[in-house]
């Protein structure tokens, strides 16, 4: 087992092989954090006020349930955490991630997809969901499926 691991939140599958990319790239194992109800095509039309996902967005309290299979985080020192971007920052079920293990020094760094915005405020709402021994990176936004190659070479930065 390896020292690092690719944490991910896909509701659409277009992080999910980001993240299965960069895990085959850096030699890290990968855990997927599930809702425990699936989001639906309906449930992420940002356009509706009404959608789950605007609703949980409007709410930063909200705090998703998750499908628990044990992370294990115990085990790594380096967390890559991949996630959509939503109204400029991380959705809520990331905070429920986070809040559900100890990530005491432990460093975090941040991968995204989004369909055209940064990390915009992301670090800053996530930090209140872990111990003040952890770091938060803002990594990449990692859009078009990229190479294994390149890949490698941006995760190498923050392996050793």
Known sequence: MTNILVAYFSASGITKNVAA???EASGADIYEIKPEVPYTKEDLNWMDKNSRS???MKDLKSRPAIVDDDAHIENYDIIFLGFPIWWYIAPTIINTFLEKYNFSGKRIILF???????????VENLRPSVAKTTMILEGKILNHNPSAESLKQWASIYNY
Do not use: Q
């Open 54 to 56: 605007t609703v949980e």
């Open 21 to 23: 990319n960069l895990a």
């Open 112 to 122: 995204a997809t989004s369909g055209g915005s940064g990390f915009g405020n992301t």
